[in-house]
């Protein structure tokens, strides 16, 4: 059953004038309370286990992982590669054997008229 099943309304007309029967009914709704608290308890405490469960997947799902590619490691090393540049790279900078030549485009015939 559930609490509202339980629960009856309860107004002046409806309670009994008997002392010891109203501290049965007393008795009854305290521990009715108490029931509802263990309830309530219960389910926070299944509620944090299975969010903590749900980080944790979250974690192993989407956390940095330690397998990957070889060279993986070096790819975004560029203040290292600028502060050792290769034998390559450097003979590459200090040998510039030409000029490149930006290309033009052929005159028009000059018949034609001018917009």
Known sequence: MRYNDRMKKIDANTLPDHVEALKAMLLEQQAEKARLQQEIERWKRDFYQLFEIWQLE???????????????????????????PDEEEVAAEQHVAYTRKTPRRARLDASLPHL
């Open 58 to 84: 979250l974690k192993k799902r989407f956390a940095a992982s330690a397998e990957g590619l070889p060279g993986q490691g070096d790819l975004f090393n560029e203040v290292e590669d600028i502060l050792n």
